[in-house]
């Protein structure tokens, strides 16, 4: 067998110390993948005398990653495990300008700092592999980047946050009310003690810009993606979804549409929001932390990918799965080629959110009296927008009280339906600025 690659894991908490077993207990196994075998050479941590788990080295341990890591030319890839966006910035820079390749889970690091890395990584001609940086367990990297290479991506929607969909599932099922779904998801270790990231759609914006540079080449900041978490979401609109034969889920989504001129950049619009799918829509039967992601190509058609999206293992077996490419010598080859993160035109531009199509179910809090219905009615067509349906309970017979009234449209551009929204909430009638979901079908 030729000679080892030699691995540096900077961070061992939950994933690294998942990488640190994998890579201890099954040497054999990865060796035999591999063609040759891989070898953890140091451990990166912040504090070198916390308690580890029995297996990791601790010889191996250090605080120091510019005087050991650096400084050993049998170290050929860094795997950055710290989480971050600062220091961890730093590391894989100079990991890169030292001639290390980079293994990293790090999708805030990729989001907001992809193009600054990637052409580091270039200049220095190392590669930057991530697959665990999107969806866990889940190879989502390489079905875009390798197995769909010859399509077309047209769209993408998305589970992409674990912990929301466990959140949205409790509520669903079993009508917990939001804080008690989300304690709930924190004692099982899926949620962070601050969960702000998962619950307002930053994560899941995150993951979708990685997405779509590579299914798109579009370069999106977090701030291009247009994002609404579920933390205001309504037990209410739950049930009201689930009585219109719908599913309400935090879905991360790249909808591409065609331009006129015919000839010119094609624009694709992501968002991340939670979407209304059909009990049926097999995006919609995924529950509790899983992960999914449905890819649609010119040339396959509808392809769905289901699994893990988070947890030690889940990330590790992406980790590693990397670590074996890189030692095989395919990363490195599919990675010159790709050209991630570069100003490379592949033909699309973003789309402003306004121009997505969508049909819309709109909840109001109104006046239970005449002519209301023909109000709000009377605003949407205004705004060339038809009604699909409309909910409203039977209320008591004494009148004047206020009542939900849920409305569900046709197909509408966002844009329109929400300067109709603007105005709707401007009726002496509607007592509670509207409630809105776009529709996944
Ligand atoms: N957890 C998941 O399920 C999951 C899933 C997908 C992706 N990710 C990503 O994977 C990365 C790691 O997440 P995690 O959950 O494993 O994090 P974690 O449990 O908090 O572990 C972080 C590790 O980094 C070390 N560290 C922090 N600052 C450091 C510094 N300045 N110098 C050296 N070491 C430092 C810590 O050292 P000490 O041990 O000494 O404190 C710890 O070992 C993040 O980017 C995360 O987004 C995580």
């Known amino acids: 067998m030729s000679d080892a690659l030699g691995i540096a894991l900077v961070g061992c908490g939950t994933v690294g110390g998942g990488v640190a077993e994998v890579l201890l207990r099954h040497r054999e196994r990865l060796a035999q ?5 891989l070898q953890l050479r140091h451990i ?47 590391f894989v820079l100079a990991a890169l300008a030292a001639g290390k390749h980079v293994v990293t889970a790090n999708k805030a690091l990729l989001a907001e700092a992809g193009p600054e890395i990637f052409e580091a990584a270039r200049r220095a001609e190392r590669t930057v592999c ?11 990297i390489r079905a875009l980047g390798e197995s769909l290479a010859a399509n077309q991506i047209t769209a ?45 759609g930053s994560d899941a914006a995150h993951k979708l810009a990685i997405l779509a540079q590579i299914a798109f080449g579009v370069i999106a900041r977090p701030a291009d993606i ?18 219109l034969g719908y599913t309400i889920k935090l879905l991360a989504e790249a909808w591409t549409r065609n331009t006129t001129p015919p000839e ?52 590790a077996s992406s980790v590693l799965a990397d670590l074996i490419d890189l030692a095989v010598g395919r990363a490195q080859r599919t990675f010159a080629v790709a050209r991630l993160w570069s100003n490379t035109d592949r033909g699309f531009v973003l ?50 009280q206020l009542v939900p009234l849920v409305i569900v449209t046709h197909y509408a551009a966002t844009g329109y339906f929400l300067d109709a929204v603007t ?17 996944g079908d």
Do not use: C, W
């Open 33 to 37: 993948r591999a063609g040759r075998p």
């Open 44 to 90: 990166v941590v912040r504090h070198l005398h916390k308690p580890r788990e029995p297996f990791i080295p601790r010889e191996l341990l250090t605080t120091d990653f510019y005087g050991v890591v650096l400084q050993d030319p049998n170290v050929h890839v860094v795997v950055e495990l710290v989480g971050g966006t600062t220091v961890a910035r730093e």
């Open 130 to 140: 991530f697959e665990a940086a999107v969806a866990g367990g889940i190879p989502i």
């Open 156 to 200: 993408i929607q998305g589970i992409l946050n674990g912990t929301s969909n466990y959140i949205l599932t409790a509520m669903a099922e079993r009508g917990l009310p939001y804080e008690e779904a989300l304690r709930e998801a924190q004692q099982h270790g899926y949620a962070e003690a601050d969960p702000t990231l998962d619950v307002d």
């Open 226 to 243: 247009t994002r609404q978490g579920i933390d205001q979401l309504h037990p209410m609109d739950i049930r009201f979804a689930h009585e």
């Open 264 to 315: 010119g950049p094609r624009g694709v619009a992501l968002h991340v929001a939670p979407v209304l799918l059909r009990h049926t829509d097999l995006l919609a039967q995924v529950r509790g932390a899983h992960n999914a992601i449905a890819v649609y190509g010119d040339i396959v058609g509808e392809t769905l990918y289901q699994g893990p999206g988070a947890g030690r293992g889940p990330t």
């Open 351 to 400: 789309d402003p959110p306004e121009q997505v199509h969508s049909r819309f179910y709109l909840r109001l809090l109104v006046a239970d009296k005449p002519g209301v219905l023909a109000d709000i009615a009377r605003i949407l067509a205004q705004h060339t927008i038809s009604i699909s349906s409309v909910v409203q309970h039977e209320a008591p017979e004494n009148g004047g």
């Open 423 to 439: 105005q709707i909430n401007r009726l002496s009638t509607v007592a509670a600025p509207a409630v809105y979901y776009s529709m």
